[in-house]
Nanobody
């Protein structure tokens, strides 16, 4: 089970930190990450992190967002800085096995999803 927290409303340029608490599985060997879905748009990968701690980001968030995890605490975080209105959406914590040794950006590959937390960035 994955449970997100930390969403909210913020003005452009502000920061938010999302957290995801994992239970029920040992996700340390999994890819974990954050996906988001804006109104009227498809769900997209924001950031992923593999079992070794190597992170990968969508081009749109590089340099602004940082993904991190704590295997001992079974938590996954997303620090979001310099937020833009286009970052608005529902953010989901995900977990899934690596695909060909990497953390895929394919939405349908991830077996485990949280319920989502809303992030709203106003101009």
């Amino acid at each position: 089970q994955l449970v997100e927290s930390g969403g909210g409303s913020v003005q452009a340029g502000g920061s938010l930190r999302l957290s995801c608490a994992a239970s029920g599985y040992t996700y340390s060997s999994y890819c974990m990450g954050w996906f988001r879905q804006a109104p009227g748009k498809e769900r997209e990968r924001v950031a992923t992190i593999d079992s070794d701690g190597t992170a990968s980001y969508a081009d749109s968030v590089k340099g602004r967002f940082t993904i991190s995890k704590d295997n001992a605490k079974k938590t996954l975080d997303l620090q979001m800085n310099s937020l833009k209105p286009e970052d608005t959406g529902m953010y989901y914590c995900v977990a899934g096995r690596p695909l060909a040794g990497t953390c895929t950006v394919v939405v349908g590959w991830y077996q485990h999803w949280g319920q989502g937390t809303q992030v709203t960035v106003s101009p």
